[in-house]
Nanobody, 124 residues
Framework: QVQLVESGGGLVQVGGSLNLSCTVS????????MGWFRQAPGKERQFVAG????????YGLDSVKGRFTISRDNAKSTVFLQMNSLKPEDTAVYYC?????????????????WGQGTQVTVSS
């Protein structure tokens, strides 16, 4: 009933930029937070950033502060993750997720809907 589709990933060199997008379609649902997660091979899933419907942001990783920016366009039902000054350690599959819980959770278990993921590869 709810579908999240990510796009915008790709191969970029160190220092480059990418802008990920996540478009939500299907029935209306009362999501309080849209989040971006990432998972690198052999590593645990990490909460990257979140944004609620009031526009309040949260960044889960110190390593992305100042480089990544989360935003949303309500008219397009789309959430964005602008990534600048990319580093090899940013290489991962990035997932968009929606949480129907209160607040702005960082735990993946508190998110109800997930996109298919988009690959981001940062090469030297």
């Amino acid at each position: 009933q709810v579908q999240l589709v990510e796009s915008g990933g790709g191969l970029v060199q160190v220092g480059g930029s990418l802008n990920l997008s996540c478009t939500v379609s299907g029935r209306a649902f009362s999501s309080h937070t849209m989040g971006w997660f990432r998972q690198a091979p052999g590593k645990e899933r990490q909460f990257v950033a979140g944004i609620n419907w009031s526009g309040v942001n949260r960044y889960g990783l110190d390593s992305v502060k100042g480089r990544f920016t989360i935003s949303r366009d309500n008219a397009k039902s789309t959430v964005f993750l602008q990534m600048n000054s990319l580093k090899p350690e940013d290489t991962a599959v990035y997932y968009c997720a929606a949480s129907s819980t209160l607040g702005m959770p960082a735990a993946g278990a508190l998110y109800d809907y997930w996109g298919q993921g988009t690959q981001v590869t940062v090469s030297s």
